[in-house]
Every structure is written in C-alpha cells, then in structure tokens.
C-alpha cells in the first residue's frame, strides 16, 4: 500500500478540496499540497495549490498560487492566480490575469487573452483583445498605448507604417538636408583653401 503524504497535508483546510489519487498506477502522489481554498483538485506528485477556487494541478511540480478554474497541466507549469488561465507547456508560466495561455515550452502569457503558443515566447496582452505569438522564440506585446518613463514608445515605431507619398515626402525633405550640408561642406572648404 501506497503512503499519500498529500492526505495528511490536506487536514480538512477546506470542504472539497482532493487529490485524485490512481492506486493502481506506479507514480505515488507525495508530497502534494493544497493549502486552502475550495473544490480544487492535485493529481500529481509535488503539485501545489495555495487557495481559490476550482483550481488544478494535474503535472509533477505544477502550481496554482490562487484564483479561480486555473489548470497548471503541464510538469512544472506555474499559474501565479487570475481566472480561467491554463499552462499546458512545460517549464511555462501564466503570471496572472484572465483566459491567457502558455503552450510552448518556457513560455510566459500575462494579462488578458495573452497566448504564447510556440516554445521560447511570451504574450502579454493589455488591449483587450486577443494577443497571440505566432511563432517559437517570439514576443507579443500587445497594447493601446506604451508609455516609459512619460513618453509614448509606439509614437518612435510609427514611421514603419507611413505611406508611399509619405515615404516620399520625409526622403525628398533629407534630400534637401543633405544638400543643404554639402553645399556649407564646400562653402567651408573653399575658405579653407584661400
């Protein structure tokens, strides 16, 4: 018979809380806690859920700090609290929020509706609508709005959007630029000669 150290860890902290143990399986659920909270649920060895509600862990090493129907599936998955999160890649972690996704291994998701599909990358939504990586090794910021220290960073990237007779009319005003300073250039270099 198998000792379920996680049991003993539960002492009725909460009404519902469980851990579904298989007695028939090979792995042995140890040390897996469930600090608080209610009708949250630990499947694996080492998992931990430190409150809310309806929380699970259902991989080795996964977390649920909090909130409510989070679900850390993935071995060493992390959700830190928020609401409806999911982590299903391993080493990945979901700081907090609500409906984010971390897929890819080592992936980060934060905010809202933030999904970090591929391995290596990191969503973080702040606009309200869905932000998603495309790609492995990828960051997605998405936002209204990016101030740093009072100024708007997303002003600096605008010129990347600029139309074709816009493009033309910042190169014909260098152009004039550069022509004004060639003509100074050699206005200069003739005194020098004298």
Excluded: P
């Amino acid at each position: 018979m198998k000792v379920v150290l996680a049991a003993l860890l539960l002492a009725r902290v909460a009404a519902d809380n469980t851990f579904d143990y298989d007695d028939d399986s090979d792995a042995a659920l140890q040390y897996a806690v469930v600090a608080g909270g209610d009708e949250n649920t630990v499947t694996e060895e080492y998992g931990f859920i430190g409150g809310g509600f309806k929380n699970s862990v259902d991989g080795a090493y996964g977390t649920v700090a909090g909130g409510y129907k989070n679900m850390a599936l993935s071995n060493y998955a992390t959700i830190s609290g928020g609401f409806l999160n999911a982590v299903t890649g391993r080493f990945a972690t979901v700081t907090g929020g609500a409906r984010n996704n971390a897929r890819g291994r080592y992936s980060l998701a934060a905010g809202y509706k933030a999904d970090a599909k591929g391995d290596y990358t990191a969503a973080f939504g702040f606009s309200g609508e869905t932000c998603t990586t495309s790609q492995a090794n990828q960051i997605a910021f998405c936002a209204d709005s990016f101030l740093f220290n009072g100024l708007e960073l997303l002003d600096l990237f605008s010129r990347r959007s600029l139309s074709t007779e816009e493009l033309d009319e910042v190169v014909t005003a260098q152009n004039k630029v550069i022509e004004a300073q060639n003509e100074r250039i050699a206005r200069i270099e003739a005194v020098l000669q004298l």
